[in-house]
């Protein structure tokens, strides 16, 4: 029997060449999770070192597993930042993802959050000069009457006014529809359904649903 044990020196050599498996349990998820991390570090020959893998086991921010109510909410966070940005240069946008993976090489994941905080607080103190109840105001319909509305959101547009739908997107009540099928987009998946009630439909956006991204790449 204790001809079968492994010498210290060749438990270590192991360790520096763990299949999937393996090294899936030593960080303590499934082989299809760790898989599916396509920039987990690895061997030439596609094995794990296992020190090298847990060095960047314990960068990596933990990631909620958020439903696809709560997904689609932070998705929509992204679209109305990102349509903000549409406008920057690409110059400016490259400059960012080299500083961005420049600090994030330096210092870690956590280098995120400390941007996402950096934002947050920004956004917050550029919000405090108007009151929530001010900003979600909707007009009263004597109020609208007085605005022309010559702008329907097409699909919105027999139950919500303008005024209305320009709250709701301050809200972030933002429904994606695929601009190809028309369907609804939840978290992760697309779905028939129509838009929650009192949510503006985002057509501005032009997003496919995957199926549709095939048939017609970009
Ligand atoms: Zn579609």
Avoid at 72 to 90: A, C, I, N, P, T
Avoid at 124 to 143: G, K, M, N, V, W
Avoid at 194 to 204: K, M, Q
């Amino acid at each position: 029997m204790a001809k079968d044990k492994m010498t210290g020196p060749e438990q270590t050599a192991m360790l520096k060449r763990l299949n999937q498996q393996a090294a899936a349990f030593l960080v303590g998820v499934t082989a299809r999770t760790l898989r599916d991390r396509t920039d987990a570090p690895r061997n030439e020959d596609g094995t794990y070192n296992g020190p090298e893998l847990i060095a960047w086991w314990r960068n990596q921010l933990p990631r909620p597993s958020l439903s696809d109510d709560d997904l689609e909410r932070l998705l929509v966070v992204r679209d109305v930042v990102s349509e903000k940005f549409l406008g920057l240069d690409d110059a400016i946008l490259y400059s960012i993802l080299d500083a961005m993976d420049d600090l994030r090489a330096k210092y870690g994941e956590n280098t995120l959050i400390v941007l996402v905080e950096l934002l947050l607080a920004e956004w917050r103190d550029l919000a405090h000069d108007t009151s929530r109840a001010e900003a979600f105001y909707i007009p009263t319909e004597a109020e609208i009457r007085e605005q022309i509305l010559e702008r329907f959101d097409g699909k919105v547009a027999e139950r919500m006014t303008k005024r209305q739908a320009d709250v709701a997107r301050k809200r972030l009540h933002i429904a994606i529809v695929c601009g190809g099928c028309g369907k609804l987009r939840r978290g992760r998946q697309w779905t028939k359904a129509e838009p929650p009630e009192g949510y503006a439909v985002g057509i501005e956006y032009e997003i496919l649903c995957p199926a549709c991204e095939d048939k017609d790449p970009a």
